[in-house]
């Protein structure tokens, strides 16, 4: 067994609390995303706006944004300088593979998808809606799932990882709620986030310490 796979396993020790419920969750979606369409998935969660969820998700959805990004690892910089380290260059990391696959696939974001029937859609308001061909993966997604799997890597009390599960999940559902991307988007974006922080962690401890605790 090579060196990086030992790691990977060690990666996967950590954050199989986080892991394990996350794969049920994008098995559930896939599965349901197999019987109905874009169009039909979409619709019905556009329907599902509250007050409530319009003052809250705005919010919430800044979790996966770059300026939460910069806190958050500016703040476990304070904490300890090698898990700051590792957060902010997982971010650059998972990041710049989703900038690359926005830029490969073009897809539409939903308010250009849905062109021609805007008037069926309810806009959250006071957001405003992205109109350009960069709706997959979801960026936030991306970025919310690689703190989720970073920060549960390191958390020693294994429930915590529920939290930042359910967050990173808070944060891919507002994405979708404030109709700026579609269910597979985030559900790629939430993939690639959680594999490839898997993957950098075991690359970073590769370069900063020896296969061995954290």
């Known amino acids: ?50 007050p409530a969820g319009d003052l809250i998700f705005p919010y919430i ?15 476990l910089l304070l904490i300890s300088k090698r898990k700051g380290a590792m957060l902010a260059t997982a971010y650059l990391f998972t990041s710049a593979i989703s900038f690359s ?11 250009r998808y849905f062109a021609a029937q805007l008037h069926d859609i309810y806009f959250v308001p006071g957001v405003a809606v ?30 915590w990882s529920l939290l930042y599960l359910g967050l990173a999940l808070l944060v891919g559902y507002s994405r979708m709620y404030m109709s700026q991307h579609f269910l597979e988007d985030v559900t790629a974006g939430a993939s690639l986030g959680v594999f490839f922080s898997m993957v950098w962690i075991s690359l970073f401890k590769a370069k900063t310490a020896p296969v061995s605790g954290q």
């Open 61 to 75: 959805t800044q979790l996966g944004s770059v300026s939460a990004a910069v806190l958050i690892s500016l703040l």
């Open 101 to 111: 696959l926005k830029a490969l696939v073009g897809f539409p974001r939903p308010h």
């Open 130 to 159: 992205l109109d350009n061909f960069r709706s997959f993966p979801s960026g936030h997604s991306v970025c919310a799932f690689t703190a989720a799997t970073v920060l549960s890597y390191y958390t020693k009390n294994k429930y």
């Open 1 to 50: 067994m090579n060196a990086f796979l030992q790691r990977f396993i060690r990666v996967y020790q950590e954050v199989k609390w986080l892991l394990w419920p996350f794969i049920v969750i994008v098995l559930t979606v896939l599965s349901i995303r197999m019987i109905v369409t874009r169009q039909q998935a979409y619709f019905f969660i556009n329907k599902l706006h509250t």
